[in-house]
């Protein structure tokens, strides 16, 4: 178990941190030269004023209009985001490791401002897992791979959380803690995952198309 928690740690994760790079940078690279295939005249009407404004609008809470019409969704959404970002970037342990294997940490926050976030976390999981489940219109859309996808989305949190908290064999759970977590990483450019880097070119397309050729406003 020592042994495959070392490989976890260091050589694993390293492959692991390539392949996410280099697979967004080849899926972008795809995808940019698909449009230019495609759609030339849609990079005659590129206006950054707009693409600023669609992104930065779905990004503040309240700046859309589905906020308005869909509250409990929107925030169960936002919350899943933020402490998706937040918990993996700021918890202390993980500070450590990143100095420990890159040389680099950030500023780190409270434990239990961790905890909060990680059970706020699965709380929107569960909402969001959920809501797929209940409600028809996304059902019909909704394929096992979502499924899948958003309980590999948890597992990392949920292994993390017991393992910090010694509620489970340490070692065990954190040999799966890492595993998933690198699991994620690696999958991120091939799969839905990927749109946590696609947004921001998903919005400012539209904010091109929506303003600047239409102007209206895309939010």
Known sequence: MY?????????????????????????????????????RVFYNHVDMKWALKSIGRWLVPLGSSVWRSRPWFCLAVYLFHVCLFAVPLFFSAHNTLWHESFGVSL????????????VLFAAAAVYLFCRRLARPEVRILTTPGDYALLILTLLPFLTGFLAFHQLAPYRGVMVLHIFFAE???IIIPFTKLGHFVLFFFTRAFIGFEMGTRRGARPW
């Not at 080849?26 to 698909?34: D, N, V």
């Not at 780190?108 to 990680?118: G, R």
């Open 3 to 39: 042994e495959l928690y070392e490989f976890l740690r260091g050589p694993c994760l390293w492959a692991s941190f390539l392949i996410f790079i280099a697979g967004t940078l080849l899926r972008l690279a795809f995808l940019y030269g698909l449009s230019r295939e495609r759609d």
């Open 183 to 185: 699991l994620m990483l």
């Open 107 to 118: 500023r780190s926050m409270p434990d239990s401002m961790t905890d909060v976030l990680t």
